[in-house]
């Protein structure tokens, strides 16, 4: 039988047709509409649709995972598909959290030394490293919808052998594995939300995921803080990730495939089907992003002709506009993560001991910066596409001053001044994490849109992987570096630092991608560095004569 998408795909390819595509492509709407039968086009394009749906037998969509949910306003779709989809936060925030509190039952029942205990923390991390470089094979071979379900298998088997360890040995594979979880999630989910919502509620909705992290990172709290006193209470903490992973699996298989992943592999018919499900067709601009998701695939296909799978890795880095995005991405991700806050989260219990909190109020005390991160992600959630990301990325300068408090409460004399001590430091926790919630959306939303379509997927997984790897290296090196600087050395001079590096680069070298299409936002990484930051410039000098 003949394939009726590539055969599509192949006529539309022609050269009448792909000159015209490039006109639309450089020129805009207007030509467009002059150019293009909109009727003839898309009747062909539902031609293809429907023969795709015929096609598509029951055992196949069970096979699939795929069980349809329509609606009449497509606005709901986008919400479902985003709140589902970004729910897997809660599993990645939960298992980054739990350990904190399940440390001081699990240390002395496994005899953990203090460079055990450490490893048990980051090794988390570590496997998410491994995670993000499945990601891109994940991605390509099975689609960015299976690849979370994918995830959730793993956070199963990471949780119950964790619950189940009677060894540092079998905790380490325990948590290894969950990290490897979190690793394919924490790019897919992006990758996933970016390519199926619209440009003018992109950042918003991405930005759900960190949301959930930070709703995860509060519930472990909370689970810990519930099984406490229950004897063997630690393995109860671990373990309880079995339950979010398998409800998560389940409904994530209601939602459609990624539209753009479909016309990346050729099957516009199926593309056409979901992209009815998440827009009004009957709208000129809908149809328009359409077309210009084609031509995109069409460019990407040719391209795929004539380069192997090395080649797409070297291109990351050989071609300017792919290395000035892969740059930009790297740098926003590593500024989130060597500010220290995986550190902050995973010793939050011991850091509240500390600074004078019992050990069982230190459990609950621990609530206080979840639900400041927590609370810190919603006004993300809420206007980031309304303000844009420059404007967003300003948080560094609060989660800075909260570093300040945080160093100064530390070096008050809890002996002499307890409630200063205590007062200063909680203070300073809360700014900390309540701007940091609303930065780290940035974190997966630029990464997220930067990269071209045909590099998304290699794109997320370097950018992943670091975020990953200075997880890692902040958490295990936290009781070292600690030492070393002092508290307060660590969170002023190299978080604090940092930070502070983080804001000149956000000022003068961070581009604008708010209310832009995943394709518009190529012509701006086309430009080169200079330009951006003359542009960053312009607009800064108009900003102050007004």
């Not at 056409?272 to 031509?295: A, C, G, I, P, T």
């Not at 991160?373 to 800075?400: E, K």
């Not at 994490?433 to 290699?458: D, H, N, Q």
Request: charged share 20%.
């Amino acid at each position: 039988m003949v394939d009726a998408n590539k055969v599509a795909l192949d006529a539309s390819s022609s050269d009448s047709f792909h000159e015209d595509d490039k006109v639309f492509h450089k020129l805009g709407v207007a030509e467009l509409g002059a150019q293009f039968d909109f009727d003839k086009e898309f009747n062909d394009i539902e031609i293809l649709a429907q023969q795709a749906k015929r096609e598509s037998t029951f055992w196949q969509k069970v096979k699939n995972f795929e069980f349809e949910i329509n609606f009449k306003n497509k606005t709901y779709m986008i919400y479902l598909l985003g709140c589902f989809a970004s729910a897997a936060g809660l599993l990645s925030g939960l298992d980054q959290s739990i350990i904190s509190g399940a440390s001081i039952g699990m240390g002395p029942a496994l005899h953990l030394s203090s460079h055990q205990a450490s490893l048990v923390s980051s090794l988390m991390p570590l496997g998410a490293m491994t995670g993000s470089i499945l990601m891109t094979p994940l991605n390509e071979y099975f689609g960015r919808k299976k690849s979370i379900m994918i995830s959730c298998v793993w956070y199963t088997i990471g949780a119950a052998i964790s619950a189940g360890a009677h060894n540092y040995h079998v905790m380490y594979a325990g948590r290894f594995i969950l990290g490897v979880g979190v690793g394919i999630e924490g790019g897919c989910v992006g990758i996933y939300i970016a390519e199926s919502v619209p440009a003018k509620v992109r950042g918003n909705i991405v930005s759900m995921y960190q949301f959930n992290i930070a709703v995860g990172e509060v519930l472990g709290y909370a689970v810990a803080a519930m099984f406490y006193e229950v004897h063997g209470g630690w393995r109860f903490m671990i373990g309880s990730s079995l339950l979010f992973s398998t409800v998560l699996f389940f409904a994530i298989s209601f939602l459609p495939e990624s539209p753009r992943f479909l016309i990346h592999k050729g099957k516009l018919g199926e593309a056409y089907n979901v992209w009815k499900r998440l827009r009004d067709v009957d709208e000129y601009d809908s149809k328009l992003e359409f077309l210009e998701m084609r031509q995109a695939g069409i460019e990407e296909q040719e391209r795929k002709a004539s380069e192997n799978y090395l080649q797409v890795w070297l291109d990351l880095f050989t071609i300017p506009r792919n290395r000035r995005s892969l740059v930009y991405a790297v740098i926003m991700i590593s500024l989130g993560q060597l500010t220290g806050v995986n550190a902050v989260m995973y010793y939050m219990s011991t850091l509240m001991a500390k600074i004078g909190f019992d050990t069982k109020n230190s459990v609950f005390m621990s609530l206080v910066g979840g639900g400041s991160l927590m609370l810190g992600s919603i006004p993300a959630i809420l206007w980031m596409d309304r303000f844009g990301r420059r404007t967003w990325a300003m948080n560094i300068v609060g989660f800075f001053i909260g570093l300040v408090l945080v160093g100064v409460g530390y070096r008050i004399n809890i002996k002499t001044n307890l409630a200063a001590a205590e007062g200063v430091y909680l203070t300073g926790i809360i700014l900390y994490m309540g701007f940091f919630g609303s930065y780290a959306c940035l974190t997966w939303v630029l990464p997220s849109e930067a990269f071209s379509m045909s590099k998304r997927s290699v794109g997320m997984t370097i950018s992943s992987a670091f975020l990953y790897l200075w997880s890692f290296t902040v958490t295990y090196n936290f009781t070292r570096m600690q030492n070393a600087m002092t508290y307060t050395g660590l969170s002023l001079g190299f978080y604090g630092g940092i930070a502070f590096l983080g804001f000149i680069y956000q000022i003068f070298l961070m581009p604008e991608t708010k209310d832009k299409t995943l394709e518009e936002i190529d012509d701006i990484f086309e430009k080169k560095t200079i330009e951006i930051a003359k542009e960053n410039i312009r607009n800064m000098k108009r900003f102050w004569r007004i």
